[in-house]
Nanobody, 125 residues
Framework: QVQLVESGGGLVQAGGSLRLSCAAS????????MGWFRQAPGKEREFVASISRTGGRTYYADSVKGRFTIARDNAKNTVALQMNSLKPEDTAVYYC??????????????????WGQGTQVTVSS
C-alpha cells in the first residue's frame, strides 16, 4: 500500500505558474502508474495527467495539453505537475493518485486505487 501527500498548491494570477509535487511512501514507487486529477466546486473529479511506471508514457487532458507537464523521479519517490499559463478555470483541488496495474485506461478515475488528500490551486483573473 502506498501513501500519497500533495504539496505546492496556492494562489496565483492568471498566466502564472505553479508546480505541484506528490510524495509517495510505504511501497515501491516505481511499481505504480501515477496520475493527477482535479475537482472544482460543484463539479466532478476529472483527469488532468498521468504517467507510466518508467515515465516513458504520459497522457494529458485536452484542456491542459501544452500548458501542464507531468514528470516522475523514481529515485525520490515523487511525481510533479508543472502548470504554466494558468487560467481561472484551472482553479480546483488537485489530487495525486496511484495504481499498481500497468494496463487499463490511464485517464479513468476508476483505475486508481490510492489517493492523496489534495492541494488547493486558485487562479485569479
Amino acid at each position: 500500500q502506498v501513501q500519497l501527500v500533495e504539496s505546492g498548491g496556492g494562489l496565483v494570477q492568471a498566466g502564472g505558474s505553479l508546480r505541484l509535487s506528490c510524495a509517495a511512501s510505504g511501497s515501491t514507487f516505481s511499481r505504480y502508474v501515477m496520475g493527477w486529477f482535479r475537482q472544482a466546486p460543484g463539479k466532478e473529479r476529472e483527469f488532468v495527467a498521468s504517467i507510466s511506471r518508467t515515465g516513458g508514457r504520459t497522457y494529458y487532458a485536452d484542456s491542459v495539453k501544452g500548458r501542464f507537464t507531468i514528470a516522475r523521479d523514481n529515485a525520490k519517490n515523487t511525481v510533479a505537475l508543472q502548470m504554466n499559463s494558468l487560467k481561472p478555470e484551472d482553479t480546483a483541488v488537485y489530487y495525486c493518485a496511484a495504481d499498481p496495474e500497468w494496463s487499463g485506461d490511464y485517464t479513468s478515475l476508476k483505475k486508481y486505487d490510492y489517493w492523496g488528500q489534495g492541494t488547493q490551486v486558485t487562479v485569479s483573473s
